[in-house]
C-alpha cells in the first residue's frame, strides 16, 4: 500500500482539505499506514500535479479541499484490483527468533515473552477503539470495521504463538541447538563442546 493510494481511497470517500484528511488517517488508517502531516499535504501536491485529484473548493485562510479526479478513480480502481498486495516480506521481530539460540534459554523465554506482552497490549488498545468508535454505514466504517477485526485476530493470534514459543525454549532439542551454538561461539570452532553455565547449557529432559 501506498500514501498515494490512501490518500486517493480516502478522497473517493469525499473532497477534504489536507486538515481534513488527516483526521481520517487519525481516526481510521494510523494503525495500517500512519502518515505525517508533511506527507500527507506533499503527496496531495503531487496528486495535483499528476491529474489524479484537483482542488475542488476555497476556504479562508488559504484553505484548500481536494477532490478525486476521473483518473484518480481510475488509477485506484487499477491498484484495488490489478495489483498484488506487496505484503510484510520483513518481520524484524522473526528474523531474531531465527538466531534465539545464541542467548541463553532465560534469554530466549524473556524475549518471547516480551513479544507476547507487546501484542497483548496492542489487542487491548484495538479493542478499546472498537468500543469507542462509533461505526456509520460509510465505506471508511464498514471497511474499516473489517480491517480492525483482523488486527484484533491477528494480535491474538501472535500473543498465543509467543507464549507457546517461549515453552518451547525448554525443550531438549531447542537446549541442545543453543548448547552447540553457543559452544562454537566461545571456541571459535565448528565442534566445541565448552560450557559457559551448566544451568543454562545442560539439555533439561
Known sequence: ????????????????????????????????????????????????????????????????????????????RHWLAEVPPSGPHRDDSLLRVFFLGILTPLEARTFLLGRAQETARLHTELRRIDEETEWGDDMISVYGRLTLEYGLRMTAAQEEWARWAAEQIDSVKAREAGNRARSRLRN?????????????LAPTE
Request: avoid cysteine.
Open 1 to 76: 500500500m501506498s500514501l498515494r493510494h490512501a490518500v486517493l481511497g480516502l478522497l473517493s470517500e469525499s473532497p477534504a482539505s489536507g486538515y481534513d484528511l488527516m483526521k481520517l488517517f487519525n481516526a481510521s488508517l494510523a494503525n495500517v499506514w500512519p502518515a505525517t502531516q508533511s506527507q500527507v499535504y506533499g503527496e496531495l501536491g503531487k496528486l495535483t500535479s499528476a491529474g489524479l485529484a484537483e482542488v475542488s473548493a476555497h476556504g479562508p485562510r488559504g484553505r484548500k479541499e481536494y477532490a478525486i479526479t476521473d483518473e484518480g478513480l481510475a488509477e485506484l
Open 188 to 200: 571459535g570452532t565448528g565442534t566445541g563442546t565448552g560450557t559457559r553455565n551448566g544451568d543454562d
